[in-house]
């Protein structure tokens, strides 16, 4: 089955405690890119990668790091997560370029007391 | 970056009456414009999309028309029913990065 599969799915942490979010794909896409979603912001782009090794800053990009070593993989990392990082995070693949379907996995709800 | 303004922020209508969910941008390099439907809990999924090239597109009873000139365009949904209910987004991209309106949280009543 073609997906976007993230991890974890819910998350509880501490200030400055770093941690991953896991992102991987299994349909081949070159485009991967990561949003988050908090009421009344809509979804905001933290990073976007066009192809292997190809990382770009979005609209929100403190406070996140990328890599993009494999197509398939492409983790969010939160070196010293903060409380206004408690966010819900998308995960979102698409074939070429940001100008054809988006998939979105299902989401990562963090919370950073 | 690319500058994506969405209104309204919440619509209600009645089952059977049309909405309309208008989005506007600000990068003329703009040239793919989907739209992603939100259901509660859920991620969201594409629902039409539009290019530049392109003025109109329908499919079934949502369609989305574009104005290159006045960089705006428009989501039209005709006999909505409650299944319609959810957040919609507009979004805008130049082929890199893909920007998103607000949303429109959009409630239809039997």
């Keep these: 089955e073609a997906q976007v599969t993230q991890n974890p799915r819910y998350l509880i942490t501490v200030t400055g405690k770093k941690l991953t979010v896991t992102c991987s794909q299994n349909m081949n896409h070159e485009y991967m890119s990561w949003y988050r979603q908090d009421p009344g912001l809509g979804l905001r782009q933290i990073y976007y990668s066009m192809n292997v090794e190809v990382t770009d800053k979005g609209d929100v990009p403190e406070g996140y790091k990328v890599s993009r070593k494999e197509k398939r993989n492409f983790p969010l990392i939160l070196e010293s997560p903060s409380p206004n990082q408690t966010s819900l995070y998308f995960c979102a693949s698409s074939l070429k370029a940001a100008t054809g379907e988006l998939f979105f996995g299902e989401g990562s709800r963090l919370t950073v007391l | ?110």
């Design chain 2, 1 to 110: 970056g690319e500058n994506v303004e969405q209104h309204p922020s919440t619509l209600s209508v009645q089952e059977g009456d049309s909405a309309v969910i208008k989005c506007t941008y600000s990068d003329s390099a703009s040239n793919y414009f989907p739209w992603y439907k939100q259901e509660l809990g859920k991620r969201p999924q594409l629902i039409i999309d539009i290019r530049s090239n392109v003025g109109e597109k329908k499919d079934q009873r949502i369609a989305v028309t574009l104005n290159k000139t006045a960089k705006h365009f428009s989501l039209h949904i005709t006999e909505t029913q409650p299944e319609d209910s959810a957040v919609y987004f507009c979004a805008a991209s130049t082929g890199y990065a893909l920007n998103f309106g607000k949303g429109t949280s959009l409630l239809v009543t039997p």
